[in-house]
């Protein structure tokens, strides 16, 4: 079996992730990317994986695909160009870039869900209608990169101009602030079902920016799955693995964005922990053309789990970091992982963004209780410090 993987740059998902689950299953890989350096020790071939013809020429120059994969967000519809072309299971390339740019998703979800929302091309002016308070953000965006919390016209127009300075060339998008404790629905399908595999809670940071600052094991409330089942179909998603995030307004559940991968920041490997299952082979058995395996989601081998992002609380360099750990034991039958994502010696230039995170640790245990006193007792004994 012949994988070819698109990426753009190493992530976990991807080096920790796919690529091991790739070798359990005994499939010969071949790495696309433009970035060719970075894994060392593999078949790689570079190519500019943002455009299905170079993604099809220079796999029909190598060898015969089996499979076609990406996990990155940039990646999607290219890469199901791509598998569509050879004849390969793949996601719909059009539910990709519905998922992908957030005003198309707002246009698929309206029969759906009423979301107040203005697409605001380059050089365009905000309408003057919306109903404040409203967040401006990318159509496009990642990691919550100029995404905004406005409370009227001039501090819209002042947030416009702004991300205008960094993206000139992008189109923007102001909706109305969908308020109330935002949580994630993480689907699997294999063409013909459609799986609700998990979900967490969404800890932000304080407003007006949106980092993510920690997830907590929780599946969606039944009661919400009809209404997320109609937004998926809607935006044509099913085949594959797609991360949905949403707001429990006092109207209900409404969606903030689709991202059509995988969930990231270690929340893949938190969630293959609590299922117990080798969840990176099942979606690249899924995209093989295999059925979606039989499991139970209230079966979980694990009882409780946390992703606790470590935020960076101001600019400097860092002086200190907690060491990395691997699935190591800590009190209350507790297991640990951290992950740096910076090094002694880095500057850090706060941003209001996922990419303040210094690193991310891991937790799963019995019960809530548990890994909230490991994850204190691990930070306040290995804080990052920066100077």
């Known amino acids: 079996m012949r994988l070819y993987l698109t990426t753009l740059n190493p992530t976990d998902s991807v080096t920790g992730g796919f690529l091991p689950a790739a070798a359990a299953l005994g499939w010969d890989v071949t790495i696309l990317t433009d970035q060719p350096d970075r894994y060392p020790g593999y078949d790689v071939v570079a190519a500019d994986v943002r455009d299905p013809r170079a993604v099809i020429d220079v796999v029909a120059?190598?060898?015969?695909?089996?499979?076609?994969?990406?996990?990155?967000?940039?990646?999607?519809?290219?890469?199901?160009?791509?598998?569509?072309?050879?004849?390969?299971?793949?996601k719909d390339w059009r539910a990709c870039v519905t998922a992908k740019n957030k005003v198309l998703t707002r246009r698929a979800l309206a029969a759906v869900e009423p979301v107040r929302s203005a697409r605001i091309p380059p050089g365009a002016n905000p309408p003057g209608d919306l109903p404040y308070p409203v967040v401006v953000k990318p159509a496009q965006g990642v990691a919550s990169e100029d995404v905004v919390l406005v409370d009227g016209a001039d501090a819209l127009a002042a947030a416009v101009a702004a991300i205008r300075e960094r993206r000139p060339e992008e189109v923007l998008v102001a909706e109305e602030f969908l308020e109330g404790p935002v949580r994630t629905l993480e689907t699997l399908g294999d063409g013909i079902t459609r799986e609700v595999v998990g979900g967490f809670a969404t800890t932000l940071g304080p407003l007006p920016h949106f980092v993510e600052e920690r997830l907590d094991w929780r599946p969606p409330d039944?009661?919400?799955?009809?209404?997320?089942?109609?937004?998926?179909?809607?935006?044509?998603?099913?085949?594959?693995?797609?991360?949905?995030?949403?707001?429990?307004?006092?109207?209900?559940?409404?969606?903030?964005?689709?991202?059509?991968?995988?969930?990231?920041?270690?929340?893949?490997?938190?969630?293959?922990?609590?299922?117990?299952?080798?969840?990176?082979?099942?979606?690249?058995?899924?995209?093989?053309?295999?059925?979606?395996?039989?499991?139970?989601?209230?079966g979980l081998r694990a009882a409780y789990g946390s992703v606790v992002s470590l935020v960076a609380e101001r600019s400097g360099t860092v002086t200190a970091a907690p060491p990395g750990l691997s699935a190591q034991e800590a009190a209350g039958g507790v297991r640990l992982w951290h992950r740096a994502l910076r090094g002694i010696g880095d500057h850090v230039e706060v941003t209001g963004t996922n990419r303040d995170y210094l690193g991310l640790l891991r937790a799963v245990g019995p019960d809530g209780a548990s890994v909230d006193a490991a994850i204190d007792t691990f930070r306040k004994e290995h804080p990052w410090v920066l100077a």
């Open 61 to 90: 120059a190598h060898h015969r695909p089996d499979v076609i994969f990406s996990n990155s967000d940039h990646l999607q519809a290219a890469t199901a160009l791509a598998a569509e072309y050879f004849g390969l299971p793949g």
């Open 222 to 298: 039944t009661g919400h799955l009809p209404h997320l089942a109609a937004a998926l179909d809607a935006a044509g998603v099913g085949f594959g693995v797609c991360h949905t995030e949403y707001a429990v307004t006092r109207d209900g559940p409404r969606v903030i964005e689709m991202n059509y991968r995988l969930i990231g920041d270690n929340c893949d490997f938190l969630l293959a922990d609590l299922l117990g299952v080798p969840l990176h082979q099942w979606i690249l058995r899924v995209h093989a053309g295999e059925p979606l395996p039989a499991f139970d989601p209230g």
